[in-house]
DNA sequence: TTAAAGTTTCAATAATTACTGAAACTTTAG
DNA sequence: CTAAAGTTTCAGTAATTATTGAAACTTTAA
């Protein structure tokens, strides 16, 4: 399987930006090749698209099946194991937003409750304590907020993504709102 | 210069998250020591607290300001340079945020646009492209939401990710508004 | 000027991370 | 049951990325 110069061009700049995204660049490029071809493929496919080792291959579908980014298909008659994207782009964009959440936010919230916890002894250590609070507070409202978008709908999502530079019309109005009631 | 356990342990898990946020273990632990103290501080001292050398530091210093994450204050009578944190958590974690975007998704958005201007030529290539311009679509309505975000104040910002499960609300709430008038 | 204090650069090297390919394992058709 | 088709694992190696430290550069006080 040889790839158009064009596909060729999306899939290697996805592998490129792969190491930015969370993952590494064969990954970048596997995910990149199945969201660009309507039927699934199967690994040999893969691995001689991206001219890379059956091994490699089987390391990365693991690795896209941790994030939730593949799905395994099969055809009738035949044995081998097709893989195809997981949903729709959105979906995929939500689950590579939200896993990254995972791996970089939550960790150090963890961290700094048990800090917190702990408390301040040293008055030297007042200052530290301070700011840890504030990084907690800041992540954790990250953490909520994240959670509420995941919770809503793509139309709605839509919608609120749509509504631009009106966002702060918007929360002008929350707060009149707030004040009458 | 000795570091309290407390504040070590919070300076070494910010140089192991450091690679997943975005740079590297040393910078993690550099913004962490920055943050956590009130002084600013030399870069001997913190090549001495962090037990790396006076190289690396300075390396350090130079992705940090490419990041505008620190900024660099004077004595009087006192010719080292003394490097304090670039503003608040809260601005810190905001050009952070800001820097990535423009790291992890305006080289793709900018190849995107390109491919999509070529067009599609062979029939074959109608799946990819419609794919490539769906991923287009989200990226930049990423990109302008988060360019809205930037552009609100601290304090709307509070409102907005306070107003949590409400969000949904809002959003009803605009559409209402928008039919009637 | 100049020399001492301070900073940066970068070639060499260490540490980490990714990839290959052959062997081991699993599944299924006959 | 067995052999062919398919998949996974992982030790060895390649590629990449981070770090050191010594030399070069810059700044300033005297």
Redesign the interface.
Known sequence: MSL?P??E??VL??GE?GS???FNRTIGQMVALL????QPLTANEIAESLKISRGNVSMGIKELQSWQLVKVTHIPGDRKEYYAPNG???DL?NRVFEERRK??VD??LT?LRD?IL?GG??P??E??NN??Q??HD?LE??T??SA??Q??SPE?LQ??????????K??D???K?LKKS
């Not at 969201?35 to 309507?38: A, T």
């Not at 993504?161 to 702060?168: A, I, P, Q, R």
Request: charged share 25%; proline share 2%; aromatic share 8%.
């Open positions: 158009s064009k596909i061009n999306f700049h996805c930006m930015r995204w969370g969201v660009i071809h309507e729709s782009i959105w964009a791996r970089e960790p150090t961290l800090q702990e002894n040293s030297e250590e200052y530290a700011q840890i504030t990084i800041l409202t990250i909520k907020w509420e978008l919770r809503l709605q919608t609120l993504m749509k509504l631009g530079s009106s966002v702060s918007v929360i109005l929350k707060d709102l």
